[in-house]
């Protein structure tokens, strides 16, 4: 069974950092990308970071990028996100994401098909 | 970034009935679109991908279709299991984005 657990949450300050990890189990991790997916309390979905399986291709969201890093350890089976400078709007539960790839005639695409429980971040004075 | 606007937001339906929830992307998205249930309190759970693949183990009640930049999501019959939030995702060029949800409330 793929499972995917988050930890690290917690509440912090404006400013101030946060590490997330995700170790996953049930698969063979070294195989497949993964992602960070966060959701504000109440609100939507918002897709965060994603790493590819050897680390070589990393992408962020727009309102991310700069502050917070995705990586990995294959050898652990594990993804991290280190949250730097954290802002009010970035409190939310973190979910760690696998993805699945597949290829048609219009090239690749992918879609998340195992989530983590997720891990909730609370930036506040 | 591709913009995904999900209708309606808020739909409340009696159990038995059909469903259909529509996704409309910014640009063409060729078939890269998912689709998610997210129960309250628990993670969201992949029902359909490349539009209209079926994930193993989803009840063949719902269904999804459409290409380009029209959608849709379809519960043939409405079961109360069904309550829930459902999201729309697209995949293109390294990023994805999601739909703002569409909340199903059963009558």
């Known amino acids: 069974e793929v499972q995917l657990v988050e930890s690290g949450g917690g509440l912090v300050k404006p400013g101030e950092s946060l590490r997330l990890s995700c170790v996953a189990s049930?698969?063979?991790?070294?195989?497949?990308?993964v992602n960070w997916v966060r959701q504000a309390p109440g609100k939507g979905l918002e897709w965060v970071s994603s790493?590819?399986?050897?680390?070589?291709?990393?992408y962020y969201g727009d309102s991310m990028r700069g502050r917070f890093t995705i990586s990995r350890d294959n050898a652990k089976n594990s993804l991290y996100l280190q949250m730097n400078s954290l802002r009010a709007e970035d409190t939310a539960v973190y979910y760690c994401?696998?993805?699945?790839?597949?290829?048609?005639?219009?090239?690749?695409?992918?879609?998340?098909?195992?989530w983590g429980q997720g891990t909730l971040v609370t930036v506040s004075s | 970034d591709v913009q995904m606007t999900q209708s309606p937001s808020t739909l409340s339906a009696s159990v038995g009935d059909r469903v259909i929830i529509t996704c409309r992307a910014s640009?063409?998205?060729?078939?890269?679109l998912a689709w998610y249930q997210q129960k309250p309190g628990k993670a969201p759970k992949l029902l359909i991908y490349?539009?209209?693949s079926l994930e193993s183990g989803v009840p063949s009640r719902f269904s999804g279709s459409g290409s380009g930049t029209e959608f849709t999501l379809t519960i043939s019959s409405l079961q109360s299991d069904d309550l829930a939030t459902y999201y729309c995702?697209?995949?293109?060029?390294?990023?994805?984005?999601f739909g703002q949800g569409t909340k199903v409330e059963i009558k």
């Open positions: 640009e063409s998205i060729s078939r890269w």
């Open positions: 049930g698969f063979s991790f070294s195989d497949y990308s």
């Open positions: 995702q697209q995949y293109n060029s390294y990023s994805w984005t």
């Open positions: 994401v696998r993805d699945q790839g597949g290829y048609d005639s219009s090239g690749w695409g992918y879609y998340f098909d195992h």
């Open positions: 790493i590819s399986s050897d680390s070589g291709s990393i």
């Open positions: 490349k539009a209209s």
